[in-house]
């Protein structure tokens, strides 16, 4: 443990680091802030318990060479700063990345050389388990129904070219096969994603590609492989030269520095066939069956996130500890957790909703964070399915209420609103959305009712029984209009007054 010292107002504890892990016995498919702040921080704990075999080989897949370049540069330690608030940051070394792989594509255009190095990490005895933290899209699944895109040019890539995989479930297929075809024993898949049943959606993912090779492949793959699912939490804001200009300040020089709030939960299915780290003693919460937490906290959480991210940029908001301090947002947010989403949760009794809420109220408003509302704005395609509609239909199915949905409708609205890319200055920000042709394609039609109805055609991300309840389709292209003719603010202070 190390010291505490004030700078610039700021209690800073030091904690350091002796852990370089001997072996590696777990390999990570994306490595970005969250993966460093998270998974990482928690195996740091645990190879400091003593549990040398569990380093990580973490590798991009789609972009940030430079990334591992600097973790190798640096020895592979790295620093996680803690913010409890303002005045408060814990600064950890962590040294539980042991190698860092990239097969993706660089800023340069030029393809990462390390798929043969990755493929035989994954191929060693001792890789026992694979996380991934690849995003909603990286599965290359269909945001609703969750089934796998196979015209999905990357994964046509990579049915065409299997031994040459790039996508997620493309190179675990591989893997698998070599392990097979080896006689070892299957790696356990973990997926740390922000998805419904996030095992058994990789399963499928998985499993449908490997069908297309090899059916006895896949079947190997359906009966031998787990794929427990997780919830993992802890808000971790892209790092930017704000953040790093904060740690500067109290003389932390680190260009793979990573900073996040102090809160952490990762809640995981205990089936890990070939061993895993003694997770408990690093406050892992190790269950039987993770959908209860998994579901609560993408509607809750992550729902309200996404309220605040495509109502607060048109209202002029940038980040989310500002969003929360307005009065209109805790209206929206309030009513959307405690009488949308939370009414579709059942909770072990241990579990108090309202104080679910009003800690995350707390955690939002953590304003030693800069939690970029057009970060968590990013892909919503991807994401609306498991934070609002599934719980929509929920909630629609169990009330009698006009407006049961009134806050999910005005969150549809505003997010169709926001795929605009224009704000209500007529400035131009960009659309970062796996889907963002299809939705700008209907945009193009004139009207707003027009166009409200054309995106909650796409059936891969609206059911249509939900579209057509006029609680929901009806009142969205209500909303829509009225944003579009009153300004985003006006619209949502109309819409939650009546
Ligand atoms: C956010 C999440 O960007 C987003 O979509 O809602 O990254 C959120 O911060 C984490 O899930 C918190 O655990």
Same mark, same amino acid.
């Given at each position: 443990?190390?010291?505490?010292?004030?700078?610039?107002?700021?209690?800073?504890?030091?904690?350091?680091?002796?852990?370089?892990?001997?072996?590696?016995?777990?390999?990570?498919?994306?490595?970005?802030?969250?993966?460093?702040?998270?998974?990482?921080?928690?195996?740091?704990?645990?190879?400091?318990?003593?549990?040398?075999?569990?380093?990580?080989?973490?590798?991009?897949?789609?972009?940030?060479?430079?990334?591992?370049?600097?973790?190798?540069?640096?020895?592979?330690?790295?620093?996680?700063?803690?913010?409890?608030?303002?005045?408060?940051?814990?600064?950890?070394?962590?040294?539980?990345?042991?190698?860092?792989?990239?097969?993706?594509?660089?800023?340069?255009?030029?393809?990462?050389?390390?798929?043969?190095?990755?493929?035989?990490?994954?191929?060693?005895?001792?890789?026992?388990?694979?996380?991934?933290?690849?995003?909603?899209?990286?599965?290359?699944?269909?945001?609703?129904?969750?089934?796998?895109?196979?015209?999905?040019?990357?994964?046509?890539?990579?049915?065409?070219?299997?031994?040459?995989?790039?996508?997620?479930?493309?190179?675990? %297929?591989? &893997? =698998? *096969? !070599? /392990? #097979?075809?080896?006689? $070892? @024993?299957?790696?356990?898949?973990?997926?740390?994603?922000?998805?419904?049943?996030?095992?058994?959606?990789?399963?499928?993912? %998985?499993? &449908? =590609? *490997? !069908? /297309? #090779?090899?059916?006895? $492949? @896949?079947?190997?793959?359906?009966?031998?492989?787990?794929?427990?699912?997780?919830?993992?939490?802890?808000?971790?804001?892209?790092?930017?030269?704000? *953040?790093?200009? #904060?740690?500067?300040?109290?003389?932390?020089?680190?260009?793979?520095?990573?900073?996040?709030?102090?809160?952490?939960?990762?809640?995981?299915?205990?089936?890990?066939?070939?061993?895993?780290?003694?997770?408990?003693?690093?406050?892992?919460?190790?269950?039987?069956?993770?959908?209860?937490?998994?579901?609560?906290?993408?509607?809750?959480?992550?729902?309200?996130?996404?309220?605040?991210?495509?109502?607060?940029?048109?209202?002029?908001?940038?980040?989310?500890?500002?969003?929360?301090?307005?009065?209109?947002?805790?209206?929206?947010?309030?009513?959307?957790?405690?009488?949308?989403?939370?009414?579709?949760?059942?909770?072990?009794?241990?579990?108090?909703?309202?104080?679910?809420?009003?800690?995350?109220?707390?955690?939002?408003?953590?304003?030693?964070?800069?939690?970029?509302?057009?970060?968590?704005?990013?892909?919503?395609?991807?994401?609306?399915?498991?934070?609002?509609?599934?719980?929509?239909?929920?909630?629609?199915?169990?009330?009698?209420?006009?407006?049961?949905?009134?806050?999910?409708?005005?969150?549809?609205?505003?997010?169709?609103?926001?795929?605009?890319?224009?704000?209500?200055?007529?400035?131009?920000?960009?659309?970062?959305?796996?889907?963002?042709?299809?939705?700008?394609?209907?945009?193009?039609?004139?009207?707003?009712?027009?166009?409200?109805?054309?995106?909650?055609?796409?059936?891969?991300?609206?059911?249509?029984?939900?579209?057509?309840?006029?609680?929901?389709?009806?009142?969205?292209?209500?909303?829509?209009?009225?944003?579009?003719?009153?300004?985003?603010?006006?619209?949502?202070?109309?819409?939650?007054?009546?």
């Amino acid at each position: 443990m190390g010291s505490s010292d004030h700078q610039d107002a700021i209690d800073v504890v030091h904690i350091a680091s002796n852990n370089a892990p001997e072996r590696i016995g777990i390999v990570h498919f994306g490595l970005g802030a969250f993966h460093r702040a998270h998974q990482a921080r928690v195996v740091e704990q645990c190879i400091a318990r003593g549990e040398q075999e569990w380093g990580i080989c973490s590798v991009n897949l789609r972009s940030n060479r430079a990334l591992g370049e600097t973790l190798r540069d640096q020895g592979f330690r790295y620093h996680l700063a803690e913010y409890t608030d303002r005045a408060h940051v814990t600064l950890r070394e962590v040294r539980a990345i042991s190698e860092a792989l990239f097969t993706g594509t660089d800023a340069q255009g030029r393809q990462g050389e390390d798929l043969p190095a990755l493929l035989a990490r994954l191929s060693d005895p001792d890789t026992r388990i694979v996380t991934l933290t690849v995003t909603e899209k990286g599965y290359y699944l269909s945001p609703g129904e969750g089934t796998l895109l196979i015209d999905n040019p990357a994964i046509a890539a990579d049915i065409a070219h299997h031994d040459a995989p790039r996508t997620a479930p493309g190179i675990l %297929v591989e &893997a =698998l *096969a !070599r /392990r #097979r075809q080896a006689g $070892l @024993a299957p790696f356990t898949v973990l997926s740390c994603d922000n998805m419904p049943d996030n095992g058994e959606r990789t399963r499928r993912a %998985v499993v &449908a =590609l *490997a !069908r /297309r #090779r090899d059916v006895a $492949l @896949a079947e190997w793959i359906e009966s031998q492989v787990a794929f427990p699912s997780s919830m993992v939490d802890r808000i971790v804001p892209a790092m930017d030269e704000d *953040a790093f200009g #904060r740690l500067q300040r109290f003389g932390c020089e680190d260009p793979a520095a990573v900073v996040s709030e102090a809160f952490l939960q990762w809640v995981i299915e205990d089936h890990f066939p070939q061993g895993r780290p003694d997770w408990s003693h690093a406050g892992v919460e190790m269950v039987e069956d993770v959908a209860p937490f998994e579901t609560m906290k993408l509607r809750m959480l992550n729902g309200a996130h996404s309220l605040l991210a495509y109502t607060g940029p048109l209202m002029g908001l940038e980040t989310v500890a500002e969003a929360v301090t307005d009065p209109l947002m805790q209206k929206l947010l309030r009513r959307y957790m405690l009488e949308e989403a939370a009414p579709t949760l059942s909770m072990p009794e241990s579990v108090s909703l309202e104080d679910y809420a009003r800690d995350l109220m707390a955690r939002f408003g953590n304003d030693s964070l800069r939690h970029r509302l057009h970060q968590i704005a990013m892909d919503g395609s991807q994401k609306l399915p498991q934070r609002w509609l599934r719980g929509g239909e929920a909630r629609l199915a169990a009330s009698d209420d006009e407006q049961a949905l009134k806050a999910t409708v005005f969150g549809v609205a505003a997010w169709i609103r926001y795929t605009r890319g224009v704000d209500e200055q007529g400035r131009a920000y960009p659309v970062s959305d796996p889907m963002a042709d299809q939705l700008a394609q209907c945009h193009a039609h004139e009207k707003s009712v027009d166009r409200a109805a054309a995106v909650m055609g796409i059936e891969a991300i609206f059911s249509p029984s939900l579209v057509s309840a006029p609680r929901f389709g009806e009142q969205v292209q209500k909303a829509l209009s009225s944003i579009e003719q009153l300004g985003m603010r006006a619209a949502l202070e109309q819409h939650l007054a009546t």
